[in-house]
């Protein structure tokens, strides 16, 4: 199948080196392809090599760019730090201050009008270039440490030392004599009345004396029964899930837009999301959200789409929007919550990237979490439909994607959803998930595309 990645990145450490010493560079191939999942071949392209400190949005260290040709198979292979400089050393990176990303960028004809691909983190491969620096490390010796104390006049004999032993104590208590060990000597006898033998002050006892408890807990209040007794968390929690239960049987597990648009909601760990897509051709306030989209197809087979394409995609997949549409005028945010309420109904918010990831791990990972919350079965994914279980009840739906030049893509293959982080000026971070895998990705790209919205509650 088509992949909407325009650039497939293959870091590649270089091996059979002779010296002792790494070189400065590594290997790069990629495989080239157009906004149509075409490979791009036998072609001059620009590529611009970016290496950032410490996020996917941290500090650009170095950057060079590099012209290639593609062969006939759309590959490039080219030398990471062998190309023209245009800003930093590389040979100046110290790879043991943290961690390091690789930010790809791509003129398809040749220039340096260069489009991000993409942003991956930099794992094992330039990292021989820090085991350079262990040359000059501590041998282990105590001679050859500086600026050490002198110890020549310090005492070191030894046969004065404490052995360890009890007996070689002196002024030690005489511990053989037991008859009086009841006795406290200075102050009393401790069988006399007057000393707590065995406790018996109850809770009362206790609140008459202070009724506060500071900072400590009552616990194990495990099963109350009367009007007055105190409950503990678990205990509640107990009550929490069965009206949870009753909630989703009577249909109170729900939500209502400006609109009267009504949305299933499903608790997933300490989240709870939208089951649908966003429907939403309004803010909260009232205003028209411009820049939502419907997937343009000829459903009736007619040809043509009309009126009625649109209510039946909307009905099913919602409205794809873009960045603006879904902000609102809001700030990129990467906070969690995100506290961009954008499009989503009052008490609801677009997720943020760290959202979707709290999701993928309470999930057990970006590696099964497609799966997890993907709809089951082939009414409206495609076969294989790969891992699907949906046991979160979150339904993903194969919505599809919009290009800002009104081409649409992989509806009933790849299911798309907008996060309020954005990746640079002009790209922000979305969650694609596939009909043939169970994972999911979390990409970046142009903000002009529209996507599915899902809110998530404050």
Known sequence: ????????????????????????????????????????????????????????????????????????????????????????????????????????AMDETGGTSYSTMGTTQLVSVPYAKYADSTGSAFSGEYGDLSNTPDFTDWDQDVTDDFSGSYSDLMNTPDLSDTTNWNQAYDWGNHADSGYIKQEKQGLSDVIANNNSAGDNRIQNVADPNSDKDAANKAYVDKLLRRIRILERMSGIDTIQDSEGNVYRTVEIGNQTWMAENLKATTYSDGSEITGRYWYEFDINGDGQTNSEDSTIYVDTYGFLYDWSAAMNGASSSNSNPSGVQGACPDGWHIPSRDEWLELANTLGGTSVAGGKIKETGYEHWESPNTGATNETGFTALPNGVRFPTGFHYQLHTMSFFKSSTEASSSDAYYIRIEHDEERWSVLSNDKDRAHGIRCVKD
């Open 1 to 104: 199948m088509k992949r909407l990645l325009l650039l497939i990145l293959v870091l590649v450490l270089t091996t059979g080196i002779t010296s002792a010493q790494s070189p400065d560079m590594f290997n790069y191939q990629a495989v080239a392809r157009d906004d149509q999942g075409n490979v791009i071949a036998n072609q001059s392209i620009g590529i611009k090599i970016s290496i950032l400190q410490g996020s996917a949005n941290g500090t650009v260290v170095y950057e060079e760019e590099h012209t290639q040709t593609t062969n006939e198979q759309g590959l490039i292979s080219l030398m990471i730090g062998n190309g023209t400089t245009i800003s930093g050393t590389f040979s100046d990176i110290d790879w043991s201050t943290g961690s390091f990303y690789l930010e790809v």
